[in-house]
């Protein structure tokens, strides 16, 4: 591209530009984010936090966020009753538009989220990131662990094939005695040994319990990881 | 009731914290997402619905616990790890980073996933 039409190019642009930066500085005003912002603009990142083993909380992240995109996608066809799950399976899978690629993305994502979490629980224990004074940010993160075992547990039982026995027995197996605690048991109804009990009460635990717990618990550990910054290096 | 130590940190450090989060780190971050997303898009593509087949390997080992022992064993197993997982900044009190400096705590967590691994090497024999 010759020197006119870059200059041409950033003439037609400008207005585009201005408008973005007096649309944003609306925003910041009204909303009060100013100290907010300063902050962020002024706040720096040290430098071993740029090697790769640092960045597995954030691709967790983005695996969760894809979960909740697609998940947003294929609840508005799954039908969670005995009956109905293997076919609204069927149906997502071969009539709905995109339908087989949303349910194959967020069987990836979820594997993806697992790994990813598992391997940045291991980087923070290996760099001791959980000392003073960020004990707090690795006891909610230990907790968004056990909240996604939980997310895909109860995942696998929604389908309602080979995995789906395999997921109510582990979960039956490990937690059914929970639902022998008088007058709350029936909120573990996810752990139950009959099949329609534990897919309703997972169904009910994927996409209501679980997501707000998790998104609860994030907001948590970012804030306290904007507090206290990253680790020092080993 | 511990008070809560902010970390002390020399000039040279903080030369070293040079890098702006934005937009250098924020822009970084945005590559890391779209190159997850590709893959993960990617891997769809390729027609594999399901990346590791049945059994899923992240629960073959606590099943296979539970089939060995018991069902309450296992969720005490479980129940457990999670609370000594929980406990680990109370436990490892001293301000020593490197793993090679806080090694019993090393080895406990290298038996815990030693365990899981030959748990779950198990449950595919």
């Known amino acids: 591209m010759d ?23 609306w925003i910041i005003a009204r909303s009060g984010l100013e100290r907010f912002m300063e902050e962020t603009e002024s706040k720096t990142v040290p430098k071993h936090a740029l090697n790769p083993a640092y960045c597995l909380g954030g691709v967790t992240l983005v695996a969760f966020l894809i979960l909740a995109l697609t998940g947003f996608f294929l609840a508005n066809y799954y039908e969670p009753s005995e009956g109905g799950a293997q ?22 994502a979820a594997n993806v989220m697992v ?47 080979e995995r ?8 039956s197996g490990a937690f059914g005695w929970l639902r022998g605690i008088p007058h709350v048991g029936g909120v573990f109804n996810w752990a139950s040994d009959t099949v329609g009990e534990a897919l309703t009460g997972s169904y009910w635990m994927h ?28 | ?42 891997a769809a593509a390729l027609r594999r619905p399901e990346p590791f087949g ?24 479980v129940f457990a790890v999670v609370i000594l ?11 020593e980073q490197h793993p090679r400096k806080r090694l019993i705590f090393f080895a406990v967590i290298l038996a815990v996933v030693a365990f899981w691994t030959a748990f779950t090497v198990m449950g595919f024999l």
């Open chain 1, 3 to 25: 020197k006119e039409s870059t200059g041409a190019l950033s003439k037609a642009l400008l207005p585009l530009g201005k408008m973005f930066t007096k649309s944003r500085d």
């Open chain 1, 87 to 108: 076919r609204s399976i069927q149906i997502i899978s071969t009539e709905i538009h995109f339908g087989f690629y949303a349910k194959s993305i967020h069987s990836w």
């Open chain 1, 115 to 161: 790994i990813a979490v598992l391997l940045h629980v291991l980087r923070v224990f290996i760099t001791g990131s959980y000392k003073n004074p960020r004990e707090l940010t690795w006891m909610g993160g230990v907790i968004l662990l056990v909240f996604t075992f939980l997310f895909v547990l109860t995942g696998y039982v929604l389908p309602m094939d």
């Open chain 1, 164 to 171: 789906s026995d395999f997921a109510i027995t582990s979960m």
């Open chain 1, 207 to 234: 996409v209501t319990v679980l997501p707000i717990a998790i998104i609860l618990f994030l907001l948590v550990h970012f804030y306290l990881i904007r507090k206290h910054g990253i680790s020092g290096p080993l």
């Open chain 2, 1 to 42: 009731m511990t008070e809560v130590e902010p970390e002390k940190e020399s000039k040279a450090e903080s030369e070293e914290r040079s890098r702006p989060f934005l937009p250098n780190h924020i822009m970084e971050e945005i590559g890391v997402v779209f190159l997850i997303t590709g893959i993960i898009l990617i």
């Open chain 2, 54 to 77: 049945f059994p899923n390997i992240f629960f073959v080992g606590v099943l296979e616990m539970i089939d060995l022992v018991s069902p309450l064993f296992g969720a005490l197993v």
């Open chain 2, 85 to 95: 997982l929980l406990a680990m900044p109370f436990l490892d009190r001293s301000e």
